[in-house]
């Protein structure tokens, strides 16, 4: 393999864009992409790789590419002549009180509120009646508000708390102890934890997880060896006593560790991919206790929901691929023993426990359905939700005797409302006075046929009296993988693109979780290609039946929604007028080799399984299957510099690929994010400024030179 450094001269040299043949195309001057002669031989095949030194996030030549970048895409976006109106507009309606659902932890009750544009959501507190007071507030950690709170743990009691931070939208965590009623710091902050939350046990410390600090960049250099280590209060971190995930036996990449309601039992879970996992459970009342394995493979996916005393409820999809929950002793949990407690349904189930009741939450083609069950097994009730759309957080304490739940839809703002468990009844907690009428607004559940014959439900939401002509400006968002399910919420976002006209429709493709296991495996590894084309049937299905055509239809997704993105657009260029993939995976031949990207081979397999695998990643990989003369749809790639989950490399290298390939005059642009990471934690501010250009060139690109809906304009400007 032979390697060659581009020099920062060649990086920052400008080239002229080809897309002037339009009047009222805004002229684009794209950053020449240096290459490399980098070659990688899978299978006898050679694959060429030019632009792997933008894979180097640390180099000076990657931070001059980025810049050069960045000052073409502003430079464009700057010209677009609605864009600080939909900036204005997304204020407006972003500007009103959101509030969490409480929780109660000792004497005081939580809840998380967000005045309206404060870059991070407060945490505020109150004691029986008295006026809330904040505990504490993000928007304090940094200046800029790009560190964010990423996880907050109070003991049982309720006297210690433990908050977790982000810095840069980083997955790498820092954890800080405080004292509950006083709010004073208790210790030194731990350091370098990672996909792991914190698990107390009892007042004495907790359980968390974490890597080896990788060599190189620990935004990208891979990380694959999660450890559990339990740490005393009042100790150094450096004395934290390694619990699991130390020797080559127990290797794995992802392995975390919790400690029962009860303080009964440390159950830890190890997973070599993102499904699948064993599962172990120890005794923490026997001081010479083992751990004990419940599950000693990773064919299913198991978790303890609840005990009573050695009775343990595990929730799983083994031989159950729309999950049931069982019960089993704990001194023989193997799975020859576990006696069905609430059976599988035809519908995926997501129980939860609260007031010394069992909640299930069944997804009914996407749409929430709650039973509530007794601690025999018995039925009380279904739980008659406000209307169709998402219901959660149904649970609590062992001795709650009421709780908060939310629900919401695509065109319903979220709510709380206050659940009684004894009699069921609720009444309306909490409802946001927002500048938004879902009157106005509708949801359409529809079901197409995909390209084998595969029925697909979608969900399309508009205004109502739309009129289906093919020329309303339509977003169509996908994500399609990791059985993550998409269930109706609302989205500030997505209600200014409504309130302009727009549609939103969301199909929930194969490879989700809105159909159990059977509906992920439906879109893994060799059956990927199911998910590309439940895609481009809904596009196909949106234009036949005049919803929006080829002009006015852009397709979204992120993270594997960015790969749905580029797959498709590489697939049927012809489809979409706008393509927005946002920190997508983007080189399925190398995406295992950054940070924890093995533990996606589950979905994807990697290119070095085999050669049908390699073959198989190669023909839909966007990267390498941009061609030379193809026209591509106006393209915005959006990315963090700080992504350590999806590395930027991933989109650099598309955006590359398109600027050189590009035939027709559509701008091929990248928009990168500096300190931000994939998504979590980024501030209000960011996020405006983000949607602000998405739409913006979006509409721009739909042939708008100024906004459909221009009533709203007047409204806030008088």
């Known amino acids: 393999m032979k390697k060659l450094l581009p020099s920062l001269l060649a990086i920052i040299l400008f080239s002229s864009c080809k897309n002037e043949s339009k009047p009222e195309a805004i002229p684009v001057n794209y950053p020449q992409t240096a290459k490399v002669d980098t070659v990688d031989t899978y299978f006898g095949t050679e694959v060429k790789d030019p632009y792997r030194w933008l894979e180097d996030d640390r180099s000076e030549a990657t931070e001059a590419w980025v810049k050069a970048q960045n000052k073409t895409t502003f430079g464009y976006l700057e010209n677009i002549p609605f864009r600080n109106d939909l900036k204005k507009r997304l204020e407006q309606l972003w500007n009103y009180e959101k ?242 407690f609430i059976p599988e349904t035809e519908n995926v189930l997501s129980p939860s426990t609260g007031g010394g009741y069992f909640f299930t939450e069944y997804m009914v083609d996407a749409i929430s359905k709650v039973l509530q069950y007794d601690y025999d097994g018995n039925l009380v009730r279904e739980v008659k939700l406000p209307g169709v759309g998402t219901a959660s957080g149904f649970g609590g304490e062992k001795e709650d005797k009421e709780f908060y739940f939310s629900f919401t839809n695509y065109n319903t703002p979220g709510s709380i409302f206050k659940y009684d468990v004894e009699t069921g009844n609720y009444e309306l907690y909490w409802k946001p006075e927002i500048d938004f009428d879902p009157s106005d607004y509708e949801s359409k559940q529809v079901f197409y046929t995909s390209k084998d014959g595969s029925k697909i439900p979608m969900i399309i939401t508009y205004k109502k009296g739309i009129e289906l002509n093919g020329k309303n400006p339509t977003i169509l968002y996908g994500y399609g993988g990791f059985n993550i399910s998409l269930t109706p919420s609302f989205s500030i976002t997505n209600a200014v693109w409504m309130e302009q006209g727009g549609i939103y429709a969301v199909p929930n493709l194969r490879g989700g979780g809105e159909y159990g296991k059977k509906w992920h495996d439906a879109g893994i590894k060799t059956k990927k290609q199911n998910v590309f084309d439940d895609f481009i049937a809904a596009a196909e299905y949106l234009i036949e039946n005049k919803y929006t055509s080829k002009k006015y239809l852009a397709i979204r997704g992120g993270s594997n929604g960015g790969l749905l993105v580029g797959a498709t657009m590489t697939q049927r260029p012809d489809l979409m007028q706008v393509a927005l993939p946002a920190v997508g995976v983007m080189d399925m031949l190398r995406y295992h080799t950054f940070t924890a ?40 790639v959006t990315t963090g510099d700080h992504d350590d989950r999806v590395v930027p490399a991933h989109s650099f290298k598309f955006a590359a690929e398109l600027q050189e390939k590009q035939a027709g005059d559509n701008p091929t642009l990248i928009r990168i994010e500096t300190n931000a990471g994939h998504g979590a934690g980024t501030p209000v501010s960011k996020t405006i400024e983000q949607y602000a250009d998405i739409f913006g060139f979006t509409l721009y690109n739909m042939g708008y030179t100024k906004l459909p809906n221009q009533s709203v304009l007047k409204e806030f400007k008088e």
């Open 597 to 636: 990207g093995a533990g996606w081979a589950y979905d994807y397999g990697t290119a070095e399984d085999n050669k049908e695998m390699f073959e198989y990643l190669k023909g839909y990989s966007p990267v390498h299957n941009v061609k030379e003369g193809t026209t591509y749809p106006a393209t915005l």
């Open 99 to 340: 509030l969490g659902s409480p929780r109660k932890h000792g004497d005081y009750t939580y809840f998380y509120k967000n005045d309206g544009l404060q870059n991070q959501y407060v945490v505020y507190r109150a004691k029986d009646d008295a006026e809330p007071e904040v505990f504490l507030d993000p928007n304090t950690f940094s200046e800029d508000g790009t560190t964010s709170l990423a996880g907050l743990t109070f003991t049982k009691d309720g006297s210690l708390a433990s908050y977790l931070i982000s810095e840069g939208g980083s997955d790498w965590r820092k954890a800080i102890v405080l004292d509950a009623e006083t709010k004073e710091i208790k210790e030194d902050t731990l350091v370098d934890i990672k996909f792991s939350g914190v698990s107390w046990k009892g007042n004495e410390g907790f359980y968390y997880s974490s890597y080896d600090k990788p060599k190189g960049s620990e935004l990208s250099a891979k990380t694959d060896q999660h450890k559990v280590y339990y740490h005393k209060l009042g100790t150094p971190q450096k004395n934290d006593q390694l619990i699991y995930g130390g020797t080559p036996l127990e290797k794995h990449r992802y392995v975390g560790a919790s400690v029962t309601e009860d303080n009964r039992y440390l159950v830890i879970s190890a997973s070599v991919s993102t499904s699948g996992n064993k599962l172990f459970i120890k005794d923490l009342e026997d001081p010479n206790g083992l751990l004990i394995p419940i599950v000693e493979d990773t064919d299913s996916d198991n978790y303890i929901l609840e005990n009573v005393g050695s009775k343990l409820y595990i929730v799983t999809d083994r031989n159950a691929p729309n999950k049931k929950v069982v019960t089993v002793d704990a001194n023989h949990p193997e799975p020859e023993h576990w006696v069905d």
